[in-house]
Structures are given as structure tokens and as C-alpha cells.
């Protein structure tokens, strides 16, 4: 039997396990709750832990391209700056257009996270 640590939400709104995303679950369905928002998703995340298995991989560890860690890692360390700059920028009295740039500087820093994960390649859980 498969337990699911992670809590996926209750009620009606859910997450995905696989992708992350929200998806409304059935009000009154028999059976097991829904944890995928789509089949495609299910399946990903059968193969993913069948090849998990396949490499003596426990359920919480994933494999990884050093490119793509690498770049995480770039993103990662971009929006942690952005957040320095900012916290520092708006220390003390400061007019709307201040607020405002700081503002414009961190979505700016963080849209490449976000698109990552609205297109699915990182899931935010």
C-alpha cells in the first residue's frame, strides 16, 4: 500500500501530485480521492516512480540534470538577490515610484520561476 505524506489538500480544492496545479475534486465520489488533476499526469507519475525504483531511488529523492539544477540554482540565487535589494530599498520612508520599482525588480526576478512552473517543469506543491 502507497501512503502519501504530503497533505494534497481537502474539500474541493486540491493540488495535482504530480504537476502541483489546482484542480476542483467531485463533491460526492465513492472510492479513493482523486490526487491527479488528469490521467496524463497519473501516468507521469507512475512511470516517474517506476523508474525511481529502477535506480534504487527512495520516494523522496529525484534525478536531476546538472544543467537543470544549474539553471535552477542561477534563479534561485537571482530572486534571493532581487529580495536583498529590495528589503534593502524599502527600508525607511519611501514614496509610490520607490515602492513601485522595487516591486517591477522582484516580479522581474521571479517570472522565470514562475513560468517554470505554470508550464509544468517544477512542480510547487
Known sequence: MTKYPVDYGEGEARRCRWCGR????????????????????RQ??????????ELGLA?????MARREL???DDMLYVLACAVED???D????HDGTDVRRALDWLMDATR???E??????????
Open 112 to 114: 522565470p520561476l514562475a
Open 22 to 41: 489546482r484542480f476542483e475534486a467531485p463533491a460526492r465520489s465513492a472510492g479513493r480521492p482523486r490526487l491527479y488533476c488528469r490521467r496524463s499526469c
Open 59 to 63: 520516494e523522496n529523492e529525484v534525478v
Open 70 to 72: 544549474s539553471r535552477m
Open 86 to 88: 529590495v528589503e534593502r
Open 44 to 53: 507521469r507519475d507512475f512511470e516517474a516512480r517506476r523508474r525511481g525504483r
Open 90 to 93: 524599502l527600508d525607511g520612508d
Open 116 to 125: 517554470l512552473s505554470r508550464d509544468g517543469r517544477l512542480a510547487l506543491g
